[in-house]
């Protein structure tokens, strides 16, 4: 099985293990950790490997499915670090409120009958201060649950209703 530089310098033709273990390292796949099966790194460090071979290619779009999965807080932190200073779009699908609050300058929310909701949270990049946003989303966010309550409630009465008929 191959060890995270193996597999880096496979996908990506880098020019020798220094430049691959140099930007791995970024990633904080450093030391042994660069060289031992894939197979046996954690679930967060196998996101590192995933997330560095991803931003060697220099993309213009990112698109995150649940990237707080398997993440610890440190890796978390990192990731977020490296989303903010990432130029291109980001497109994120994410539970972990923190860390959307850190990294959304929009919210675009799905509530009932496929109606999407956007609102401007802030441009984080350029604001120290993400409480504001970190308040917007959290109404976001609460406004979402009780939309998914209030469609499930309604499914119920019609999966009853069906029912009482037959």
Known sequence: EQS???YFLHQHN???E???RQFLGGFGLVGSLALQPIGTLSGGQKARLAFATVMYTAPHVLILDEPSNHLDSDSLSSLAEAVEKFQGAVVTVSHHQEFL???SREVWTIVGDGIVQVEVVADTRDEADTSAASTKFDELYVRYKEGLRKEARK???RHKQSSNKN
């Open 4 to 6: 995270p530089v193996e």
């Open 101 to 103: 609050s850190r990294i």
């Open 18 to 20: 220094y430049e691959a």
């Open 14 to 16: 880098a020019k020798n």
């Open 155 to 157: 499914e119920q009465r």
